[in-house]
């Protein structure tokens, strides 16, 4: 069996994402040599975050920096902090750009222009939208490099993000305010029905503890079914629970009769809208 490629990492951010990234990265054994760079982080938080981090690594401050012989630079860190991060790292990158990291943001709404104005117009940049399965090995990310970015550095990218779920490259970085507005925010649109369909239930006379067990349980099995049948249209998954004439078929009768559509492409239309607005 082939041994995975080990990697020089430094994490800078290490919330949510960031340490659902690193507890996958230990797991895979993905880590050469690890910086995480978070004055919220301690030694024992990364312990507690990741018992099978076995490399070598160093939490410190983004004042104390040594990214020259890093092979990655992982930004995930909220945009509205994304400017002072990136002062702060470009003194520490190195003089010459061929032998620059590789800059990897996680950022919503941040374009890789900005990152290129930041760090210098040859570095190799790659937009990356992943969304919060991630943490549990079961997300989606969206990747977009610039156009210095070598084919290892592509590899080594892909390799970091399939270790937290699927990846898919685009080419037209103009998509990414979509991607971000289906898979980024996706997820709380789910929660958000789960909390609908519950409510729902308890106004025809379950109990809130009985009607959210329910809404749960049934969002989780028919997920994990479409999970089971790839290569099955939502359309056709959708069908094979309806009987004509049948409970199915008189609720789709309201859901189908366009304004749940509508409502869904106005709010993923704002969702896209804000990450336009975040680039400016």
């Known amino acids: 069996m082939t041994q ?24 895979n054994d993905l880590l050469n040599q690890l910086e995480i760079l978070d004055p919220h982080v301690t030694q024992e938080t990364i312990h507690s975050l ?7 690594f160093h939490v410190k401050p983004a004042a104390d920096l040594t990214l020259p012989k890093s092979d990655i630079v992982i930004l995930a860190v909220k945009p509205q902090i994304m400017g002072q991060i990136c002062t702060d790292l470009a003194s520490h990158m190195p003089a010459d750009a061929s032998s620059a990291p590789l800059i990897l943001s996680i950022a919503a709404g941040t374009s890789i ?9 040859n570095t ?4 990356a939208m992943p969304n919060t399965p991630a943490a549990i090995g079961q997300g989606i990310t969206v990747l977009c490099a610039n156009d210095h970015v070598t084919d290892a550095q592509q590899h080594m990218a892909a390799s970091l993000m399939a270790a937290v779920g699927k990846t898919l490259w685009i080419d037209d970085e103009g998509l990414m305010n979509a991607v971000t507005a289906i898979s980024g925010s996706g997820p709380a649109y789910l929660f958000y029905l789960l909390e ?5 239930g308890e106004k ?3 109990s809130s503890d009985q ?23 939502a359309a056709t998954l ?18 189908m009769d366009g304004r749940w559509q509508d409502i869904l492409t106005e709010a993923v239309l704002n969702a896209q809208k804000r990450g336009e607005e975040l680039a400016d």
């Not at 990741?50 to 070598?56: K, V, Y």
């Not at 190799?124 to 937009?127: C, L």
């Open 196 to 200: 609908a369909l519950a409510l729902a």
């Open 50 to 56: 990741s018992p099978d981090l076995q490399s070598p």
């Open 113 to 121: 222009s900005f990152f290129e104005q930041a760090f210098g117009d």
């Open 4 to 27: 995975p490629q080990k990697y020089h990492i430094s994490l800078v951010g290490c919330g949510k994402m960031g340490s659902a990234l690193l507890q996958s990265w230990a797991k």
């Open 124 to 127: 190799p940049i790659i937009r």
């Open 211 to 233: 009607a959210t067990l329910l809404a749960r349980q049934t969002i989780i099995g028919a997920s994990a079914l479409a999970a089971q049948e790839p290569n099955s249209s």
């Open 238 to 255: 959708r069908a094979n629970v309806t009987s004509k004439g049948g409970t199915t078929e008189a609720a789709l009768s309201t859901l």
């Open 204 to 206: 025809i006379g379950l």
